[in-house]
């Protein structure tokens, strides 16, 4: 009795491991849009130092979905140049079959909206890759235009939307 016990709990954990491995997916992750409405113009050109927050947030967005492990992030090289020439968020879809073509099972892309150097909003948005279906859509205010709260706010996104509903589920 006792070793049919060990061995149904072994088959146990070999099948939790099997089903926590097929939970990983692969993400298309572009970079960040900014959207800057305290100017007056939000199509003008980034500045150097908003430029160098978008990259640096970006990265810290495919850095903590690789090390949450649920994530195997693709690379996005051979669309970059496609995806900085659109507004992925006014595209139709355009995200989607990026995604897709660089074999990604989700698109992931944000945006951050700049009201002012003291009110901004960030936005991740996950798409399904095949069907073009939100799987999560998450938001933060943000108090301050700096490297930290930028990065501060991505971090908690992911920590306690994204991944926390995905725990959830």
């Known amino acids: ?5 060990m061995i149904l709990s072994a088959v146990a954990i070999a099948f939790s491991a099997v089903a926590a491995g097929a939970e990983t997916r692969s993400a298309a992750v572009f970079d960040f849009e900014l959207v800057d409405t305290s100017g007056g113009d939000p199509l003008k050109a980034q500045d150097a130092e908003h430029q160098s927050r978008v990259a640096q947030t970006s990265e810290r967005l495919r850095t903590r979905l690789t090390e949450s492990g ?23 879809g355009c995200d989607v079959t990026l995604a897709d073509r660089v ?15 003291l009110i901004l909003n960030m936005m991740i948005f996950v798409r399904d890759a095949k069907t073009g279906g939100n799987v999560a859509v998450m938001q933060a205010d943000m108090r301050g235009d700096t490297d930290e709260s930028w990065l501060r ?9 994204l991944l926390a509903a995905e725990t959830a589920r």
């Open 70 to 92: 649920r994530y195997r992030v693709v690379d996005i090289a051979p669309v970059t140049k496609e995806a900085h020439a659109s507004n992925l968020q006014a595209c139709g």
């Open 1 to 5: 009795m006792r070793g049919r016990a």
């Open 153 to 161: 706010a991505v971090d908690w996104l992911v920590r306690n939307r």
């Open 103 to 117: 074999g990604a099972d989700l698109s992931v892309t944000g945006t951050v909206y700049k009201v002012s150097n």
